[in-house]
T-cell receptor, first 111, second 111 residues
Framework: GENVEQHPSTLSVQEGDSAVIKCTYSDSASNYFPWYKQELGKGPQLIIDIRSNVGEKKDQRIAVTLNKTAKHFSLHITETQPEDSAVYFC??????????FGRGTSLIVHP | NAGVTQTPKFQVLKTGQSMTLQCAQDMNHEYMSWYRQDPGMGLRLIHYSVGAGITDQGEVPNGYNVSRSTTEDFPLRLLSAAPSQTSVYFCASLQGGGGYTFGSGTRLTVV
């Protein structure tokens, strides 16, 4: 089955810095890669996604890149703000439509 | 508001008791899933359903039952609660090819 590795497990940055979270996947059949943000006490929320026919996607301060050859994808957050502090999960999805999640990255943005 | 509704939000059970965690979605999504979230373990899939009348086991199904009699509802039953089932439980739904919409979670403590 699919295996998703996510790094780092914890990331601490100063407000205004950039943050990068990286994930690798094992199944070349995976073709959809969503990212979720989980704030304290809440359920995860989809923030951005990318499909295998696209190399990069941006939405304001967040962007996701995908390298199909290397089987890795990354989340980039620029100009971080304290409200970006949360746990972020990556996932890989193939034909079954059921995601395989990474273990999560706790992002802490210090004011 | 459209989305995934989970009840209850909090529950304390005694070892050996049974209970049902409720999940309902009003988006006419085909797929519904139950996850448990434990510190350092990420999101682990318990059971999932690809449509009314169809369910399947995920990564950690032991001790849990599900049924899907309607598109909207996907209850999770704990047959005989154990302390190891203390966790936060999330229900999620998706339409094939898209990302999950998660509920707000049920925090369960088994004493």
């Amino acid at each position: 089955g699919e295996n998703v590795e996510q790094h780092p497990s914890t990331l601490s940055v100063q407000e205004g810095d950039s943050a990068v979270i990286k994930c690798t996947y094992s199944d070349s059949a995976s073709n959809y890669f969503p990212w979720y943000k989980q704030e304290l006490g809440k359920g995860p929320q989809l923030i951005i996604d990318i499909r295998s026919n696209v190399g990069e996607k941006k939405d304001q301060r967040i962007a996701v890149t995908l390298n199909k050859t290397a089987k890795h994808f990354s989340l980039h957050i620029t100009e971080t703000q304290p409200e970006d502090s949360a746990v972020y999960f990556c996932a890989a999805v193939g034909g079954s439509y059921i995601p395989t999640f990474g273990r999560g990255t706790s992002l802490i943005v210090h004011p | 508001n459209a989305g995934v509704t989970q009840t209850p939000k909090f529950q304390v059970l005694k070892t050996g008791q049974s209970m049902t965690l409720q999940c309902a979605q009003d988006m006419n999504h085909e797929y519904m899933s139950w996850y448990r979230q434990d510190p350092g373990m990420g999101l682990r899939l318990i059971h999932y359903s690809v449509g009314a009348g169809i369910t399947d086991q995920g990564e950690v199904p032991n001790g849990y039952n599900v049924s899907r009699s309607t598109t909207e509802d996907f209850p999770l039953r704990l047959l005989s609660a154990a302390p190891s089932q203390t966790s936060v439980y999330f229900c999620a739904s998706l339409q094939g090819g898209g990302g999950y919409t998660f509920g707000s979670g049920t925090r369960l403590t088994v004493v």
